[in-house]
């Protein structure tokens, strides 16, 4: 059984060098970073809790105690969540497959000039606008497929498809530490996550990084096999009421090459859907 607890503490202690917190940092040290007992005695708390805490024997940790450990640690606001997510687990809950919401399906509709979908828990792929599709070609992929992850990490053209694929890939695995932490008892995310690991060496050794990232905002740097080059800014929004789906919407500065490459893909996107129609049209024919 890993304990996620455990590692990802030992994965934040080695990024913190002790004269980042006022300690000497000379002599041979076993390990990169901080001590267990330095970071015990930053945080006001006894080595042996310590210990048993990243060990997962200590009894739930106070506010406090976890507080002082995040703020000897550097952890950022994204990082604290994930830290009291480990220490305590959410109670154990059926995952009903998730819906886009009507509403939410118009918005998607209303936002014709921009690539918008929604992803799920897991990095599922589970609703999108045309634009989106002439993107991505999400309604070209088996429903298996239709996962940013799987899609990130086993498919050979998006290695060649993101631009900035290192980055990419480095996010699409924080941000799927995260949902590990906030549904420990996931047993499809435990089945994605193992496929992944056994098929992507590069997974592997992000994976145990133990790095965790919000969707809020940034780029996409893409090299799309009909337009070219698309320079995109993303927002990433949460509908009310369902904080485990996202509303992707990427955008382009007005004027910009990106902004006149999306109106030609529209159009095209446009003109090979009529295509499509005319010829079912036709097979429909008596």
Do not use: C
Not at 47 to 65: C, H, K, M, N, T
Not at 158 to 163: D, G, K, M
Not at 180 to 195: I, K, M, N, Q
């Amino acid at each position: 059984m890993t304990n996620d607890l455990g590692e990802f503490l030992r994965t934040r202690r080695a990024r913190v060098r002790p004269d980042d917190v006022g300690l000497p940092g000379g002599g041979r040290r076993r390990v990169p970073g901080l001590r267990r007992e330095e970071l015990a005695l930053l945080a006001g708390v006894s080595v042996d809790y310590y210990v048993r805490l990243e060990q997962g024997r200590a009894p739930a940790a106070s506010d406090a105690i976890l507080d002082a450990i995040a703020r000897v640690l550097r952890l950022d606001e994204t990082e604290r969540d994930h830290l009291r997510n480990l220490v305590r687990p959410a109670a154990k809950r059926r995952l009903a497959p998730q819906r886009v919401r009507p509403g939410v399906q118009r918005l998607l509709e209303m936002a014709a000039d921009l690539p918008a979908f929604v992803m799920g828990r897991r990095s599922e792929i589970l609703a999108w606008n045309p634009l989106a599709d002439a993107v991505y070609d999400f309604s070209g992929m088996a429903p298996a497929d239709r996962n940013s992850a799987r899609y990130t990490f086993l498919r050979p053209e998006a290695r060649i498809f993101y631009r900035d694929w290192p980055t990419v890939a480095a996010d699409m695995v924080a941000f799927l530490r995260l949902d590990a932490g906030r549904y420990p008892d996931d047993t499809d995310l435990a089945a994605l996550v193992g496929e992944l690991s056994v098929k992507d060496e590069t997974f592997r050794t992000l994976w145990a990084q133990h790095a965790v990232l919000e969707k809020t905002h940034g780029k996409k740097l893409i090299l799309h096999p009909v337009v070219g080059d698309l320079d995109l800014d993303y927002e990433s929004l949460r509908p009310a009421g369902d904080p485990d789906l996202t509303l992707a919407m990427y955008t382009a500065p007005a004027g910009s090459p990106t902004e006149e490459r999306l109106k030609l893909l529209a159009s095209w996107s446009a003109s090979a859907g009529l295509d499509l129609d005319r010829a079912q049209e036709s097979r429909d024919r008596p």
